[in-house]
């Protein structure tokens, strides 16, 4: 069936660091793909998205490109703030394998961005 | 903008007792969906219903329940609980079923089972 797995973490980086955090994806048909982020004690909210192959996703700095031939999805920011530290989740919907588009999460990345 | 609304956002239930969580959705979606978070675990998706009709079906115990109703708005109604219940619970709803439509999630209600 369809899955994501993502790096595990925690990721702990310095101000102004560059932040990647990896993601691959398994699914039987053209996945859309997503990024969510989730702050401590909050719900999930989403970060961007990508639709089909070669799309770049982009919000608030971070991006991920859509890779087909890879089957990744990595969010990358080039300099990351303290107000980023949160989980990082990636995940999937595919329509071949469930017509309501449900997602299936990674297992998520905890990012701690120190002063 | 209107959020997906849940209620309530937190609860303290003993062991055998019974739980129902509410969620509003978007006005004007139409399907409903609802994840379970474990502590540190990622969401798992329970249910679904596409206009007021289970669309599908996924890792939901057998005590669980969930239905939506005319206004659209959906309850999780839990039974018999057990410590392994508590978690994170998240509605989220989507205007569309088709995989490249964003899925919006409520703020999650935490249950916790003593």
């Known amino acids: 069936g369809d899955s994501v797995t993502q790096m595990e973490g925690p990721v702990t980086l310095s101000e102004e660091a560059f932040l990647t955090i990896n993601c691959t994806y398994t699914a039987t048909g053209y996945p859309s793909l997503f990024w969510y982020v989730q702050y401590p004690g909050e719900g999930l909210q989403l970060l961007l998205k990508?639709?089909?192959?070669?799309d770049k996703g982009s919000n608030k700095g971070f991006e991920a490109t859509y890779r087909k031939e890879t089957t990744s999805f990595h969010l990358e920011k080039g300099s990351v703030q303290v107000s980023d530290s949160a989980v990082y989740f990636c995940a999937l919907s595919d329509r071949r394998s469930s017509n309501t588009g449900k997602l299936i999460f990674g297992q998520g990345t905890t990012l701690q961005v120190k002063p | 903008a209107a959020g997906v609304i849940q209620s309530p956002r937190h609860l303290i239930k003993e062991k055998r007792e019974t739980a129902t969580l509410k969620c509003y959705p978007i006005p004007r979606h139409d399907t409903v969906y609802w994840y379970q978070q474990g502590p540190g675990q990622d969401p798992q998706f329970l249910i679904s219903?596409?206009?007021?009709?289970?669309?599908d079906k996924g890792s939901i115990p057998d005590r669980f329940s969930a239905q939506q109703f005319s206004d659209y708005h959906s309850e999780l109604n839990m039974s018999s609980l057990e410590l392994g219940d508590s978690a994170l619970y998240f509605c989220?709803?989507?205007?569309?079923?088709?995989?490249?439509?964003?899925?919006?999630f409520g703020e999650g209600s935490w249950l916790t089972v003593v």
């Open positions: 989220a709803s989507s205007l569309d079923r088709s995989s490249g439509n964003t899925i919006y």
């Open positions: 219903f596409y206009e007021k009709m289970q669309s």
């Open positions: 990508a639709t089909k192959a070669d």
